[in-house]
């Protein structure tokens, strides 16, 4: 588990945060991928993209499109799992990474979760 994830104990539970999140954000990515002019992109990078589901919306809509949903380790997965029930696990379209945001951080108030 990357350190910065455990900085974030204090949080609600991750699968029901990314799900929560999922559902309450799709009107919103499919409104943007419908409404912004994507033409002249060749890549999208969605960083703390949790499920990938901008990503998601934005690859389906427009296919000339390749994107990259970065956020913790741990959701990573999650993000996979989304981008698969998509059909967009081609490895080309549509793929999640992983990347420790926070590492460099220093924490000052572990029991707070405050950065310094």
Do not use: W, Y
Not at 45 to 65: F, M, N, Q, R, S
């Amino acid at each position: 588990m990357d350190a910065a994830f455990s900085a974030c104990r204090g949080l609600p539970a991750l699968p029901t945060c990314t799900r929560s999140r999922h559902s309450t954000d799709r009107q919103d990515f499919e409104a943007l991928a419908d409404k912004f002019d994507f033409s002249r992109f060749r890549s999208l990078c969605d960083v703390g993209g949790a499920t990938g589901l901008l990503c998601i919306e934005v690859a389906k809509k427009h296919p000339h499109i390749e994107c990259i949903t970065l956020d913790l380790s741990p959701v990573e997965p999650v993000a996979k799992k989304h981008i698969t029930a998509a059909g967009l696990a081609d490895g080309r379209r549509v793929e999640a990474h992983r990347r420790p945001f926070l590492a460099d951080l220093r924490i000052c108030e572990p029991a707070l979760n405050r950065v310094c």
